[in-house]
C-alpha cells in the first residue's frame, strides 16, 4: 500500500470511491467533498491521507483529520477537540491493515496539533456524518476495537407532504414569525452570540461569511426584537447543509430544517414546535415536499409534526492519553 497526504486533487476520485461503496444510502456530491474538506478552516492536512493500489494511482481508501482552530476555539468550540471526520476503505482492499494505518496516522497527526479528544465525524456544521450510521455495525465494533467509546444516538427524521397539503403559519402569542432578509445579518449575530454561543454562534458566522443572505432563517420576533430562530435548507442555499446531503436519494426538491432555538426568556410558551412549523410554512410555499429534520434525539417532539425515523447515527469519541 502506498499512502500520501491528501488535497485538493483527490477529492474527485475520493467522490468516485465513496460512491462506490455507499451511493445506495448516503450519495455524496463532489461539491459536498470540496465544502466541507478542502474549505473548512479545521481541516488538519498533516493527518489527511489517502491510500492507493498498489502500482497504480487508483485512491482505495482514505481518512480527514480536523482540529479545532483558533477562531473555532474563541466561538466557544472546546480546546483541543479534533475530530476523523471521514475514513472509508474499498471493500476489495479490507481486511490488509489499510484503514487501521490510515486511522493511526490520522491520530498521531492530532496528537501533535494538540488533540485531547477525538470525536468520529460531527465536526460542527462541516460534517458528513454526526456519528456512524445504524447500517454499519461492524465498523462501530471496529471502532470500539480501537478505542472508541459510544456517546449517544441522534437521528435524522423525514415527513413527504401531498403537493396540494398545506402547512399554516402558525399563530405565536405576543410574537410573529418571518424569513430573514440580509439587513437582519448583525441582530441574528449578535442574537446567537448572546443565546447559542459556541458550535451555533460559530455555524451562523460562517453562513454569512459565505454568502448568506437571511433567507435560510425563520425569526420569532417579540416587539421587534429577535427571540428565536430557525434554519430551513433548500437547493437554493448558497451551502449544502446537513439535512439536504442527500437530496440524490430524491426526485424533485428536498428541503431541511434545523437547528432552532429560543431565548431563554421565552420557553415553555411552546414556541419552539410552532417556529418548526413555521419554517415547514415557507418551505412548502417553495414547493419543497419532502423535508427533512437532522441530527436530533427528539423523535416524540417532531412526530408531533408527522416525522418519523430516517436515519440514525451512533456519536463516538476517544480521549487521547
Known sequence: MNVERMNEAHMEAMMSLWNGE?????????????????????????????????????????????????????????????WIQAHLVDRAHRGRGVGRALLLRAEAALREAGAKRIQLGNDLHSRIFPGIPDEFGDVRAWYERQGYAYQETVHDLLHAYAAEEEVPLPAAAGAAFRVAEPADREALLAFMARCFPGAWAYQHRDYWARGGTGREFVLLEQGGAIVGFCRMNDSASPLLAQNVYWAPLFDGELGGIGPLGIDESCRGLKYGISIVQAAI???????????????????DFYGKLGYRTWKSYAKYAKVLE
Open 281 to 299: 410554512h415557507y418551505l412548502r410555499e417553495r414547493g419543497v415536499r419532502r423535508i427533512v429534520i437532522d441530527t436530533t434525539p427528539f423523535v
Open 22 to 82: 455507499l451511493a445506495a444510502t448516503f450519495p455524496v456530491r463532489l461539491r459536498l467533498l470540496q465544502q466541507n474538506i478542502a474549505e473548512d478552516r479545521n481541516w488538519l492536512r498533516e493527518g489527511s491521507w489517502v491510500a492507493l493500489e498498489e502500482g497504480t494511482s487508483r485512491v482505495v481508501g482514505f481518512v480527514v483529520a480536523k482540529i479545532a482552530r483558533d477562531d473555532a476555539v474563541r466561538a466557544g468550540i472546546p480546546q483541543g477537540l479534533g
